[in-house]
Structures are given as structure tokens and as C-alpha cells.
């Protein structure tokens, strides 16, 4: 009797362990479930906000290729102009010189990327391919800045020479009273401000002779117009970028 009470109660303890055992999988497998359905939901979240800023990013990079590209111009115009090979209005003449130096650097939104990197949840973004191609678009924006750099040195050239070509008051004039203060923040696309002043003939022709006699004014505008179709193209080509990896983003959205 006593054997088989034995045989009972291992019989039971064994029963036991089991249901324990099943029990504590099944717990966990219900904790791992519903930190699985967070971890979906907070990718979602992720996905949403990364469309956002590089939607931002995108019109952003669009205005400020297109300006690039306007500044380039308006450098190319003042050399013809030196050069004689065209003949510029007298208030052209001056906007065009005082506007050719000028930099249109896009502001990125790096809030997001900078959130998923610092906590460590860039690896709930399941799709590999998606990680890989935000990873490299950020790397790139932020490798800009050596460019960036570069730029403003060769910006700070022409800045120097300009006092020595355009009185203050007329660059001051170039900027109309209608124009946004610090912390604006509508679009640059189509600016409602235009500059109202007058500049004489002769005035005109002493700009254009200094222009001429300058012996680094030609050769500093010629250095930021090319600045100007470099900075066109590496934001063309980081706008690409930008879009390409928008639309995975999407794709991703619209099949989570």
C-alpha cells in the first residue's frame, strides 16, 4: 500500500510541474504577445512621424535647389554684365549682385531618426531594407555639413568684397520693408515682399566700373557661382534620396 501511495504522489507531483510549466508559457506567451501587438503599434507611430519629417525634408531640399539654382543666375548675369556681353537695369543690377551670394540651406528633421537612435528603437522598424536606407540618408544630410562648411568660406569672400562694390544703403534697400522678420516661417516659394527703390544711370555705371576695376570681384562671383550649381546638384541628389526613402517609408505604412 505504502508503494502504491508513492507511485500516486509522484504521479501527482509530475502533474503539477506540468501544469505549473504550462502555466508560466502560457503567461509568458501572452506577455511576449502583447509586447509584440506595442512594439507593432509604436512602429506604426515611428512610420507615421519619419513620413512627416521627410516629407518636410523633401519640400525643404525642393526650395532650396530651386533657389540655388535662381542665385547661380543671378551671379552668371553680373559677370555677363561686367563683361559687357549684356546690359543689366540699374535696380537689377543691384539686387542681382547683392542676392548672387546669398545660401538657402534646408532645414532638416532629423526629430524622429535622433528619437529611434537614442533609445534604442530603430530596431522595432522591422524591415531591414527600411533601416538600412534611413540609416544612409541621415549619414548623408549629416556629412553635409563638411559641405556646408566649405561653402559659407567661399560666401565669406564675396561678403568681404561687397562693401567695396555696393554702397550700404542700396544693400540695405534691397530688402523691402515688407519683408518677414526673425522667426518667420512661411514658405520661401513665392515671397510677397519685393524691393522698392531707385537706383540712377550714373550710380549704375559707377557700380558696374567698380565691379570691373575690382581685382577680385569678378573671380570671387565666378567661385560663388560655381558654389552655387554645387550646392544645386548635391541637394538634387540628396532630394532623390530624401524621396526614395519617403517611399519606403510609405510602403511600409500602408503594409503594417
Not at 22 to 27: E, L, S, T
Amino acid at each position: 500500500m505504502l508503494f502504491r501511495k508513492e507511485r500516486l504522489d509522484w504521479r501527482y507531483g509530475i502533474t503539477e510541474l506540468v501544469i505549473v510549466v504550462a502555466g508560466v508559457m502560457i503567461a509568458l506567451g501572452a506577455d511576449q504577445w502583447v509586447r509584440g501587438r506595442a512594439d507593432i503599434g509604436l512602429e506604426g507611430r515611428y512610420l507615421d512621424d519619419l513620413a512627416i519629417d521627410l516629407r518636410s525634408d523633401t519640400a525643404q531640399l525642393g526650395t532650396a535647389i530651386r533657389l540655388a539654382e535662381s542665385r547661380a543666375s543671378l551671379g552668371h548675369s553680373v559677370l555677363r554684365a561686367a563683361a559687357g556681353d549684356t546690359i543689366l537695369a540699374p535696380t537689377d543690377l543691384v539686387i542681382f549682385l547683392e542676392r548672387q551670394f546669398y545660401f538657402a540651406f534646408p532645414a532638416y528633421s532629423r526629430t524622429t531618426m535622433s528619437d529611434l537612435m537614442s533609445t534604442g528603437n530603430l530596431r522595432l522598424i522591422r524591415d531591414r531594407e527600411l533601416r538600412r536606407r534611413l540609416s544612409e540618408y541621415y549619414q548623408t544630410i549629416d556629412r553635409l555639413e563638411q559641405w556646408t562648411e566649405n561653402w559659407r568660406l567661399v560666401q565669406q569672400d564675396v561678403e568681404r568684397i561687397m562693401p567695396e562694390l555696393l554702397p550700404l544703403r542700396l544693400r540695405e534697400a534691397t530688402i523691402s520693408p515688407s519683408a518677414p522678420g526673425a522667426g518667420w516661417t512661411g514658405t520661401w516659394d513665392a515671397p510677397p515682399w519685393t524691393p522698392e527703390f531707385v537706383v540712377s544711370e550714373s550710380e549704375a555705371g559707377q557700380i558696374l566700373a567698380r565691379l570691373q576695376a575690382h581685382p577680385e570681384a569678378r573671380f570671387r562671383i565666378e567661385g560663388m557661382v560655381r558654389v552655387q550649381g554645387n550646392q544645386f546638384g548635391v541637394l538634387t541628389e540628396i532630394r532623390k534620396q530624401a524621396l526614395g526613402t519617403l517611399q519606403a517609408v510609405e510602403h511600409a505604412v500602408s503594409n503594417r
